[in-house]
């Protein structure tokens, strides 16, 4: 009971605290919105190559450096290793990302989609790994639309947190993987998930959403979503922001395994 009730306090408190900051703009320090337009303009950037692995590191270590800072002043933000432990198995902190579906989808038999290994964020020409899961929807003729319910699916935050950074305009025939995406920054885990290949995303920079929200639709945008091979798929990944900056990827297996199913 103490150890749930030090989880509820954490999460209600933090959540007032952080969609406050979202509309206050304090004139002594950057606003929250400010560090979501460093963050989509690098991110932009690495993808289109004009910006050096080495000079995008050192942007990115600053802005995510910063943006924790800025969340560490506040109370609500203030935990150790084992009170974020808590947190992550309680069951109650994660819902799990596409409404109305269960582990199940995930894809594989115990997640061993996941591949870490060769992962470079800031240079968009490595290839090969894959540090996320893919979650699958039933979607046989790939129009986006599930065949049981005849609807979109609804991608949902699997926590809370501030929208760092989205993409809407991607078109068939583009090269960009990810297609239409969203990154999440949750100041409790000092992390970011990125939500790829959605249809459509409902989300803004600089809006604070809630675990369990809708961000967006399934969808199959990116250059490999796209293809016909490809079923249609949530492409789900965490990176935990280290001591330096730098972003190290994460398997959330387990935590999609814990996670709260919506219908």
Request: glycine share 10%.
């Amino acid at each position: 009971m103490r150890v749930a009730g030090i989880v509820g306090a954490l999460i209600v408190g933090g959540l007032n605290v952080a969609s406050s900051q979202v509309v206050i703009n304090n004139t002594d320090e950057p606003s929250l919105y400010s560090y979501c337009q460093q963050f989509q303009t690098l991110y932009t950037q690495i993808r289109e190559q004009s910006v050096t692995p080495d000079s995008a590191r050192k942007q990115f270590s600053q802005i995510m450096n910063d943006l924790q800072a800025r969340f560490r002043t506040q109370e609500n933000y203030r935990q150790d290793s084992l009170q974020r432990d808590s947190l992550q198995r309680t069951g109650q902190y994660f819902s799990f990302p596409l409404r109305g579906y269960t582990t199940s989808a995930i894809g594989g038999t115990h997640g061993e989609g996941y591949r870490g290994t060769g992962f470079d964020l800031f240079d968009y020409k490595v290839r090969g790994s894959h540090p996320a899961q893919d979650i699958f929807i039933r979607d046989r003729n790939q129009d986006v639309i599930d065949d049981q319910t005849g609807e979109p699916v609804d991608i949902l935050a699997m926590s809370s947190g501030l929208v760092l950074g989205i993409e809407t305009a991607w078109k068939p025939g583009s090269d960009y993987r990810g297609g239409n995406w969203v990154w999440i920054y949750d100041p409790i885990l000092n992390g970011l998930f990125y939500y790829a290949h959605n249809n459509r995303v409902d989300v803004t920079p600089g809006q604070w959403v809630h675990t369990g929200q809708k961000i967006a639709e399934m969808g199959r945008s990116g250059f490999n979503a796209y293809q016909a091979r490809s079923p249609t798929h949530l492409h789900l990944m965490y990176l935990q922001i280290q001591p330096n900056g730098l972003p190290m990827p994460l398997n959330t297996y387990k935590w999609l395994l814990s996670a709260r199913v919506s219908q």
